[in-house]
């Protein structure tokens, strides 16, 4: 069971990882933000609503948690408009690397909002991967696109947003494939009204360009999936640090499928950002047992 969970958790990541550059390669070959968003959560809702015929859920589920399950949302929501938005404007790999910083703002809120005690330890490599960020954007700044870095930035609050609450329904005992699937749903019935009303969906774009935007759909849907899998058989802690395969794999396929490159010092200012985290999440995780 450990070992089939660490594998679900890797896969997770590395098929979120494929989502940026894939979707990238999308625009380019003339597919839409709009339409990106849409097929996202309508092909994850068709995959995990059979789910929903084993673990049927109760109506008095979402009524009590109604207020948490909108948070959740609106942070999913964040999330995929702040980054499908973000990789229009600048590099997939400075998009993924700003986004990763969501788990220096869930410090912050642990820290002043639910008073959690942290170790020194921890704000120190926090600080560090924070100082990583600055190398990271430091030596490119003047030419950086600040609308694409602010998308990133608040994909990455949504981020924040998503772990925080889904802790709290986790205490409460809400099944992840009840959350995920009110997640999908309602998403999706709010950017096709969105979308539909004030924005045009450009559904005439080629053969290559709609296999391509479905692509990371399907893999968005499977890492979703894989995820589920892997939280009950490994713990969130555990999944969490594998889930650090995705800014790995998306770094590598920017470099590979658009020939994109980071500068000396956005590559050292890269590892720092995801060696400190992952450490970080792995102090966490030794400090809760």
Not at 15 to 21: C, D, R, S
Not at 88 to 103: G, M, N, R
Not at 135 to 151: A, K, Q, T, Y
Not at 188 to 201: A, D, P, T
Request: charged content about 10%; overall charge positive.
């Amino acid at each position: 069971m450990y070992i089939l969970g660490t594998l679900f958790a890797i896969g997770a990541g590395i098929f979120f990882g494929f989502i940026a550059p894939l979707t990238k390669m999308a625009y380019n070959l003339g597919a839409g933000i709009g339409l990106a968003i849409v097929l996202r959560y309508v092909i994850a809702t068709i995959l995990i609503t059979p789910l929903l015929l084993f673990n049927k859920p109760s109506l008095i589920i979402y009524k009590k948690q109604i207020w948490i399950f909108m948070l959740f949302t609106t942070g999913s929501i964040l999330l995929t408009t702040g980054l499908l938005l973000a990789v229009k404007y600048i590099q997939v790999s400075l998009a993924i690397l700003i986004f990763y910083t969501f788990p220096i703002i869930v410090l912050i809120a642990s820290i002043f909002v639910d008073k959690e005690k942290i170790s020194r330890s921890i704000k120190i490599v926090f600080f560090i991967a924070f100082l990583g960020l600055f190398l990271v954007l430091g030596p490119s700044f003047e030419d950086l696109n600040l609308i694409g870095v602010s998308f990133s930035f608040i994909a990455s609050i949504g981020a924040s947003t998503m772990i925080l609450t889904n802790q709290k329904m986790s205490n409460r005992n809400v099944h992840p494939i009840h959350i995920n699937a009110f997640t999908n749903f309602f998403n999706s019935i709010f950017f096709i009204i969105l979308i539909g009303f004030f924005f045009k969906i450009d559904f005439y774009i080629s053969a290559k360009a709609w296999i391509m935007i479905l692509i990371p759909s399907f893999c968005y849907a499977i890492a979703f999936f894989l995820q589920l899998l892997a939280i009950p058989r490994i713990g969130q802690s555990k999944t969490a640090l594998l889930l650090y395969t995705e800014p790995i794999v998306a770094i590598l396929g920017a470099t590979v499928l658009l020939n994109e490159m980071l500068n000396l010092y956005q590559s050292i200012g890269a590892v720092i950002v995801i060696a400190s985290l992952m450490y970080a999440t792995y102090q966490s995780k030794k400090n809760q047992k």
